[in-house]
Each structure stands twice: as structure tokens, then as C-alpha cells.
């Protein structure tokens, strides 16, 4: 049931309105109420009964939006519909400058602006025209001129752009002057009287590499395709010899066509033939009979040259030799691994030469002659002069005495019975004259006995009355003093002059963020963009920074985002503007405080979660009691584990397995030594060379035998 807004309100006193009486009239009771109840709606047929429905209009679509199961284009409320594709039934009024209504402003409808339409009446007249009349007259020389300088300027400033911007590098363009304007304010914000101002105006900087901003209407090459699929491949393998011999393809040779004239070798033409590609059976049959009859020559061979050493004695003495020389090795293997100091000088001893068991600096008793020989250590020692084993106030050249005091008297005193016969009594004369004896004697000498010389004449020293060769020792001692004082005193020189270098070196040195701020600085200043030659030529001479370490420098601030690189054709260059780098400090500070606040977040995350997980977990005397036997159960654990690890080794198990382990390297090992006595045998037959130098050239020990299991 509804209730009108006239049937609450009490009927009015008086009524003027003829209508109002009309309305009052029985017939219309009731007409409200279906009007105010009618509501218009047009819905699309229901699902199941939409077949060939298309939505044609916008009350087809309803309350709701497109069908998606209808496969056209469709506009509910008109969304998504361009302007063009509206019914522009519609035009506005336009009005000519005496302010008429322009009715032909209909007959430009469709039409483009620049094309002529005669919509007038004086379109269809005859013009007049005038002389005098300013429209028609012809332009003067100047403004000719004018017109034709400004023309070629713009042609000229077109066709340098697209000059420049086929360039691969151009400089920044070059900024107009600046304009000084006076602006006076209507009013001020105090009720003063208005202050004129002058305003700089400036034309911004425009970065040369900045893109562009419209879009160009250019055909972009595809981007290329995704990559193929993976093939899987097997595992790379080694090449055998097999193989290679099978990838010999023979040329392919006609045997009856031969237009070159070429001479074609007997094998290729064998081997293009194919006959040796095929398998002879009776071939194969021959050639392992002559293998088996081959062996059978070998075991038979081999049989008589073992029934010949068992009867031969010789056979008998080197089967003893081998076996001393395997006692030797062994024995020796025994005392390297024992005493190596010991097995180095049996090795010696055994080596040395009769000849070289004599004592070093002393003459040979026993004759020799023929060539001259020399004892290989005199070379060997190190002692000098450096050694510090002769006494440098000692006047000899020599260590030791050459000949011993015996066989001095040989050089000096002649035995009794040489020449006898020559000199007779003379020989007794000369030897028991004293030589070298003044007739007269001197003051103080006649009491000294006069005893035989049995060596040559010796000269006593005088003494020194005047002292003076101590006093010359002095200076000696105290020159050589000082000379080491001045080598000492010239090393501690030297030390601080190399101090007082790196010091200043490093005073003057620029560390590394210094220079990346000189850089910064050059780029901020000179606002123009730089390849690499020119900023190891400008820096040095500006900034203070090294040509060397430029480069290094560069490329830390490009890996920064501190400066930009572009290349550009075959060329790299760098620029960096300021608002650059106050854009990348914002945003890394951003990022900072986003990780801060994270982290605070997963702290905060952290506590709640412990404060839950403690719920139920208070500390009781139960608890307490089980985390006490808990502790004692794991260190018991723990040791009955020690103890297991230490039983383990006597474990059967472990120990057949260290055998079988031991016996496999054995093996092993006895199978290597295999190898390298087959190599060495081959070796000494090819070469013709004996153990020793085998041992020596390939670097192998001289103890090296069989493992004996």
C-alpha cells in the first residue's frame, strides 16, 4: 500500500488554481498512483534464450555491464567509446566579428580546416581590387630581406638538427642569454606600497643525452626469438684410436673418369676401392696360426735358456748376485727410513775414489805422474778470506804450513849420503857453516848459544820504542770503527729519508673518496659529458688526481650511479649532474629506512613469537628435574660413545678391512713399480744408458723395490 505526501497533509483552506480543481476530479484518482508505481526497464533476454542476440543500444545492456559469451565489440554507457565514434549531432554557435550568426559554419562540417568552402553571397561576386590598398601592395627590399634571413635561419637550424643528430657525438647546445624582466605586484600581502623586483630569467640546461620525449614513428626491428630447446648431449668422452681410424673417410675416386688428369697414389684408389674394408676369413685363420706358432717358438725358447742357467754355473753366480744386490737395497731401504744421515754417508764412502782417501792440503806421498790431477773438494770448500778463519793481522796467504818441519830439513839440509862422492869433505863444510852470521858480533850477543838452523833464515821483529805501531793499530781500529759508524749512521739516514718520502708521498697522495669527490666536482662543474682520454688529460691538471688511477675511479662511480655512460657509435662517454646524485641519496636513504623499519617489524615479529612459545613452558620443579636427567643422559651418551670410539679399532670388521685396504695398495703399488722397471728396461735398451742414470733423469729413488706382502 503507498502513501502520498498530499494524503498526510490537511486539505487547503482555499484553492485559486483552476488546475488544482481539475486534478480534485474523481476521474483522475488513482492515475498518480500507477504513474508514481510505473517503472521503465528493459533487461536482456534471460540465459539459455540469448541465441542471435545482439545488444544494440544502451537500455539492452540493463543495470550491468558487457555480455562476455557475446563475441563483439560492445559500449555499456558508453565506455570505451571514443570520441570520434560519437554522434556529433550537435554544433556550437559561431559568430563573425560584426557579431552575427555564421550559418555557413554548417557547410564546414566534414570539411578540413585549410580547405576553401564558399558558403557566401560575395563569394559568388566579382572582388575589386585596389592599388593603393595595403592588402595588395608588394613588400619592400627591407622586409624582403628580413623575411628571407628569418627563412634561411630556420632552414639552417633544421637542417643542423638532424646534421647533429646523426652525429655520434655533439656538445650540448649552447643556452640563450638571460632576460631581466621588472615586475611591480598590484599589491602587497601588508597593505604596503608595491616594491618593484627583477627577475632573472634563465634558460634551463638541457641534458645532450637525454632521450627523446615524443614518441617517433619508426619501425623497430623484432626482438629476436626465444632460444631454441636444449639438446641434451652425452658426456664428452676421449677419443680412442679406434675411433679416429674410423672417421678416415677415403676420397671418393671413380675408377673410370678422370677429366682432371690427376695422379691418384695405389692406396687411395685401394682404399676408395674398398677391398680392404673387407674381412678375409682365410686371412684371419693364417695370421692366428702364425701368432699361435709364434708363442709356441717363445715358451720353447724360453724352456731351453732355464734348463741351460740350471746348469750352468755362471747362471748360479748372477742369480747370487741379484740376490746380494736385493740384500744391499734392502738393507738400504731399512736404514733410509730409519737413519738418513747414515745411508748419505755410506753412499758417499762407497762412491769415492782411492785417490780422494788422502788428507786434504798436504802433499801425496806416494809419487804419480802423467797428467796433473786435482782433488774435486779443494773446489767444494767454502772457506776464504770471508769466513772469518784467518786472523787478519796473520802476514800469510796460507792457513797452513805446505811441507811439515821434517821435510823442510830435506829442502835445506841434503841428506848425508847424495852427492858424496861428487863433494866429498865440502858437503860436511857446508852444512855445518853457519850462514848469515856477521864476522864480529854484536854488543849483547855473545852469550847466546849458537844452536844449528834446520830451516830457512827467520827475521825477528824489532821492537817498537816509539809505539808507533800500536799507535797506527788505533787508528786502524778506531777508521774502521768509524766507517761502520757511518754505514750505521748512513742506514738510519736512509730510513728516514724514506720515512719523510711515504710521509710526504701520503700528505700529498688523494685517497680514494677524495678523488671521487674531485671527479664529482669536475663533472658538476663543467656540465658536459667526457670520454676517457679527455678526463685523464683534464683531471691532472684541474683536480689533482692522477692520470693513472682516473680509469679506476670512473668506473667505482658509474658502478654507483654517481655518473652516467652512454656509448654512443664508438665512443664511451661519461656526464653526471648533481640532481643525480641527490636523487640517489634520497632513494638509498629511502631503501635504509625501509630496511630499518623491517627489521624493527621482524624484532617485534621475534619477541611475540617467543613470548608464545614460553607460554606453558614456566619453570617448575617437574621440568627443572626432567632438563636435569635430560643433561645427564646426553653426557652418558656421549661417553659411552668415546668409548665405543675407542674399542672400534680393535673391531674385527675394522681391522680385516684396514688389511684388505693395505693389501689392495700394495697391489697397487707393486703394479707401478711394475711399470716403471718395464720403462726403465726399455729406456737403458733404446738409450743405451745404465740404472744410475735413469734414477737420476727421472728423478727415482734408488731404494725403490717390490712391497713384499
Not at 702364425?290 to 724352456?303: G, L, P, S, T
Given at each position: 500500500?503507498?502513501?502520498?505526501?498530499?494524503?498526510?497533509?490537511?486539505?487547503?483552506?482555499?484553492?485559486?488554481?483552476?488546475?488544482s480543481?481539475?486534478?480534485?476530479?474523481p476521474?483522475?484518482?488513482?492515475?498518480?498512483?500507477g504513474?508514481?508505481?510505473?517503472?521503465?526497464?528493459k533487461?536482456?533476454p534471460?540465459?539459455?534464450?540469448?541465441?542471435?542476440?545482439?545488444?544494440?543500444?544502451?537500455?539492452?545492456?540493463?543495470?550491468?555491464?558487457?555480455f562476455?559469451?557475446?563475441?563483439?565489440?560492445?559500449?555499456?554507457?558508453?565506455m570505451?567509446?571514443?570520441?570520434s565514434?560519437?554522434?556529433?549531432?550537435?554544433?556550437?554557435?559561431?559568430y563573425?566579428?560584426e557579431?552575427k550568426?555564421?550559418?555557413?559554419?554548417?557547410?564546414?562540417?566534414?570539411?578540413?580546416?585549410?580547405?576553401?568552402?564558399?558558403?557566401?553571397?560575395?563569394?559568388t561576386?566579382?572582388?575589386?581590387?585596389n592599388?593603393?590598398?595595403?592588402?595588395?601592395?608588394?613588400?619592400?627590399?627591407?622586409?624582403?630581406?628580413?623575411?628571407t634571413?628569418?627563412?634561411r635561419?630556420?632552414?639552417?637550424?633544421?637542417t643542423?638538427?638532424?646534421?647533429?643528430s646523426?652525429?655520434?657525438?655533439?656538445?650540448?647546445?649552447?643556452?640563450?642569454?638571460?632576460?631581466?624582466?621588472?615586475?611591480?605586484?598590484?599589491?602587497?600581502?601588508?597593505?604596503?606600497?608595491?616594491?618593484?623586483?627583477?627577475?632573472?630569467?634563465?634558460?634551463?640546461?638541457?641534458?645532450?643525452?637525454?632521450?627523446?620525449?615524443?614518441?617517433?614513428?619508426?619501425?623497430?626491428?623484432?626482438?629476436?626469438?626465444?632460444?631454441?630447446?636444449?639438446?641434451?648431449?652425452?658426456?664428452?668422452?676421449?677419443?680412442?684410436?679406434?675411433?679416429?681410424?674410423?672417421?678416415?673417410?677415403?676420397?671418393?675416386?671413380s675408377?673410370?673418369?678422370?677429366?682432371?688428369?690427376?695422379?691418384?697414389?695405389?692406396?687411395?684408389r685401394?682404399?676408395?676401392?674398398?677391398?680392404?674394408?673387407?674381412?678375409?676369413?682365410?686371412?684371419?685363420?693364417?695370421?692366428?696360426?702364425r701368432?699361435?706358432?709364434?708363442?709356441?717358438?717363445?715358451?720353447?725358447?724360453?724352456?731351453?735358456?732355464k734348463?741351460?742357467?740350471?746348469?750352468?754355473?755362471?747362471?748360479?753366480a748372477?742369480?747370487?748376485?741379484?740376490?746380494?744386490?736385493?740384500?744391499?737395497?734392502?738393507?738400504?731401504?731399512?736404514?733410509?727410513?730409519?737413519?738418513?744421515?747414515?745411508?748419505?754417508?755410506?753412499?758417499?764412502?762407497?762412491?769415492?775414489?782411492?785417490?780422494?782417501?788422502?788428507?786434504?792440503?798436504?802433499?801425496?806421498?806416494?809419487?804419480?805422474?802423467?797428467?796433473?790431477?786435482?782433488?774435486?773438494?779443494?773446489?767444494?770448500?767454502?772457506?776464504?778470506?770471508?769466513?772469518?778463519?784467518?786472523?787478519?793481522?796473520?802476514y800469510?796467504?796460507?792457513?797452513?804450513?805446505?811441507?811439515?818441519?821434517?821435510?823442510q830439513?830435506?829442502?835445506?839440509r841434503?841428506?848425508?849420503?847424495?852427492?858424496?862422492?861428487?863433494?866429498?869433505?865440502?858437503?860436511?863444510?857446508?852444512?855445518?857453516?853457519?850462514?848469515?852470521?856477521?864476522?864480529?858480533?854484536?854488543?849483547?850477543?855473545?852469550?847466546?848459544?849458537q844452536?844449528?838452523?834446520?830451516g830457512?833464515?827467520?827475521?825477528?821483529?824489532?821492537?817498537?820504542?816509539?809505539?808507533?805501531?800500536?799507535?797506527?793499530?788505533?787508528?786502524?781500529?778506531?777508521?774502521?770503527?768509524?766507517?761502520?759508524?757511518?754505514?750505521?749512521?748512513g742506514?738510519?739516514?736512509?730510513?728516514?729519508?724514506?720515512?719523510?718520502?711515504?710521509?710526504a708521498?701520503?700528505?700529498?697522495?688523494?685517497?680514494?673518496?677524495?678523488?671521487?669527490?674531485?671527479?664529482?666536482?669536475?663533472?658538476?662543474?663543467?656540465?658536459?659529458?667526457?670520454?676517457?682520454?679527455e678526463?685523464?688529460k683534464?683531471?691532472?691538471?684541474?683536480?689533482?688526481?692522477?692520470?693513472?688511477?682516473?680509469?679506476?675511479?670512473?668506473?667505482?662511480?658509474?658502478?654507483?650511479?654517481?655518473?652516467?655512460?652512454?656509448?654512443?657509435?664508438?665512443f664511451?662517454?661519461?656526464?653526471?649532474?648533481?640532481?643525480?646524485?641527490?636523487?640517489?641519496?634520497?632513494?638509498?636513504?629511502?631503501?635504509?629506512?625501509k630496511?630499518?623499519?623491517?627489521?624493527?617489524?621482524?624484532?617485534?615479529?621475534?619477541?611475540?613469537?617467543?613470548?608464545?612459545?614460553?607460554?606453558?613452558?614456566?619453570?617448575?620443579?617437574?621440568?627443572?628435574?626432567?632438563?636435569?636427567?635430560?643433561?645427564?643422559?646426553?653426557?652418558?651418551?656421549?661417553a659411552?660413545?668415546?668409548?665405543?670410539?675407542?674399542?672400534?679399532?680393535?673391531?674385527?670388521?675394522?681391522?680385516?678391512?684396514?688389511?684388505?685396504r693395505?693389501?689392495k695398495?700394495?697391489?697397487?703399488a707393486?703394479?707401478?713399480?711394475?711399470?716403471?722397471?718395464?720403462?726403465k728396461?726399455?729406456?737403458?735398451?733404446k738409450?743405451?744408458?745404465?740404472?744410475?742414470?735413469?734414477?737420476?733423469?727421472?728423478?727415482?729413488?734408488?731404494?725403490?723395490?717390490?712391497?713384499?706382502?
Amino acid at each position: 500500500m503507498s502513501m502520498r505526501l498530499s494524503d498526510l497533509l490537511p486539505a487547503p483552506s482555499a484553492v485559486t488554481d483552476e488546475y488544482s480543481s481539475i486534478r480534485r476530479d474523481p476521474w483522475f484518482q488513482g492515475r498518480d498512483a500507477g504513474l508514481s508505481n510505473a517503472i521503465v526497464s528493459k533487461e536482456p533476454p534471460p540465459y539459455m534464450k540469448r541465441k542471435n542476440w545482439k545488444p544494440s543500444n544502451p537500455e539492452d545492456f540493463g543495470d550491468g555491464g558487457a555480455f562476455p559469451e557475446i563475441h563483439m565489440a560492445q559500449f555499456p554507457l558508453g565506455m570505451g567509446m571514443g570520441e570520434s565514434s560519437k554522434n556529433a549531432s550537435t554544433l556550437a554557435l559561431q559568430y563573425d566579428s560584426e557579431g552575427k550568426l555564421r550559418h555557413d559554419a554548417i557547410a564546414r562540417i566534414g570539411r578540413g580546416k585549410d580547405q576553401v568552402v564558399y558558403s557566401k553571397l560575395a563569394d559568388t561576386k566579382a572582388k575589386v581590387w585596389n592599388e593603393e590598398d595595403e592588402d595588395v601592395q608588394k613588400p619592400d627590399e627591407d622586409s624582403i630581406a628580413a623575411i628571407t634571413e628569418k627563412t634561411r635561419q630556420a632552414l639552417e637550424k633544421i637542417t643542423q638538427s638532424k646534421v647533429d643528430s646523426a652525429l655520434p657525438v655533439r656538445h650540448a647546445e649552447k643556452t640563450a642569454p638571460a632576460q631581466y624582466i621588472r615586475y611591480t605586484p598590484s599589491q602587497q600581502a601588508d597593505g604596503a606600497a608595491p616594491q618593484q623586483r627583477i627577475i632573472r630569467m634563465v634558460e634551463e640546461q638541457k641534458d645532450p643525452m637525454e632521450p627523446p620525449k615524443f614518441k617517433i614513428n619508426q619501425k623497430i626491428p623484432r626482438a629476436p626469438p626465444s632460444p631454441p630447446a636444449p639438446v641434451m648431449h652425452s658426456p664428452p668422452r676421449k677419443v680412442t684410436a679406434k675411433d679416429q681410424e674410423d672417421w678416415k673417410i677415403p676420397p671418393c675416386i671413380s675408377n673410370w673418369k678422370n677429366p682432371k688428369g690427376f695422379t691418384v697414389a695405389l692406396d687411395k684408389r685401394l682404399a676408395a676401392d674398398g677391398r680392404g674394408l673387407q674381412q678375409n676369413k682365410k686371412t684371419e685363420q693364417e695370421e692366428r696360426m702364425r701368432e699361435v706358432a709364434k708363442k709356441a717358438r717363445e715358451d720353447r725358447k724360453a724352456i731351453n735358456v732355464k734348463r741351460e742357467d740350471d746348469n750352468d754355473d755362471a747362471a748360479k753366480a748372477r742369480r747370487e748376485i741379484r740376490k746380494d744386490r736385493l740384500d744391499d737395497v734392502r738393507k738400504e731401504r731399512n736404514i733410509a727410513r730409519n737413519r738418513p744421515d747414515k745411508l748419505d754417508k755410506m753412499r758417499r764412502d762407497r762412491e769415492r775414489d782411492i785417490s780422494e782417501k788422502i788428507v786434504l792440503g798436504l802433499p801425496d806421498s806416494n809419487a804419480r805422474s802423467g797428467e796433473v790431477q786435482f782433488d774435486q773438494r779443494l773446489f767444494d770448500q767454502s772457506k776464504g778470506l770471508d769466513s772469518g778463519g784467518i786472523d787478519d793481522e796473520t802476514y800469510s796467504a796460507y792457513d797452513a804450513p805446505w811441507r811439515a818441519d821434517n821435510v823442510q830439513q830435506h829442502l835445506y839440509r841434503p841428506s848425508k849420503n847424495i852427492d858424496k862422492d861428487v863433494y866429498g869433505e865440502d858437503l860436511d863444510k857446508i852444512i855445518n857453516t853457519n850462514r848469515f852470521v856477521p864476522d864480529k858480533g854484536f854488543s849483547g850477543t855473545e852469550g847466546g848459544a849458537q844452536q844449528p838452523r834446520s830451516g830457512p833464515v827467520q827475521f825477528e821483529r824489532d821492537q817498537d820504542v816509539f809505539g808507533l805501531g800500536e799507535l797506527f793499530q788505533q787508528v786502524n781500529k778506531k777508521r774502521m770503527g768509524d766507517s761502520s759508524k757511518d754505514d750505521r749512521g748512513g742506514e738510519e739516514k736512509r730510513k728516514r729519508r724514506d720515512e719523510f718520502v711515504r710521509m710526504a708521498a701520503r700528505k700529498k697522495g688523494l685517497s680514494l673518496d677524495e678523488k671521487r669527490s674531485k671527479m664529482l666536482e669536475l663533472f658538476y662543474e663543467s656540465k658536459e659529458f667526457f670520454q676517457m682520454k679527455e678526463l685523464e688529460k683534464i683531471a691532472p691538471k684541474q683536480k689533482g688526481v692522477i692520470a693513472q688511477s682516473v680509469k679506476d675511479v670512473v668506473q667505482s662511480l658509474v658502478d654507483d650511479g654517481l655518473v652516467e655512460c652512454e656509448k654512443i657509435g664508438t665512443f664511451v662517454c661519461y656526464w653526471a649532474f648533481p640532481s643525480r646524485a641527490l636523487q640517489l641519496r634520497k632513494r638509498k636513504l629511502q631503501d635504509l629506512e625501509k630496511q630499518i623499519e623491517e627489521l624493527r617489524q621482524k624484532i617485534a615479529t621475534t619477541k611475540e613469537e617467543i613470548k608464545q612459545s614460553s607460554v606453558g613452558r614456566e619453570p617448575t620443579e617437574e621440568r627443572t628435574e626432567l632438563l636435569k636427567s635430560a643433561r645427564q643422559l646426553a653426557e652418558t651418551e656421549k661417553a659411552l660413545l668415546e668409548k665405543l670410539m675407542k674399542y672400534s679399532e680393535f673391531d674385527p670388521a675394522a681391522i680385516e678391512a684396514t688389511k684388505q685396504r693395505i693389501a689392495k695398495l700394495t697391489e697397487d703399488a707393486n703394479r707401478w713399480t711394475d711399470n716403471i722397471v718395464t720403462i726403465k728396461k726399455w729406456c737403458a735398451k733404446k738409450f743405451q744408458m745404465d740404472d744410475k742414470t735413469l734414477n737420476k733423469m727421472f728423478e727415482i729413488p734408488e731404494d725403490m723395490d717390490y712391497i713384499d706382502e
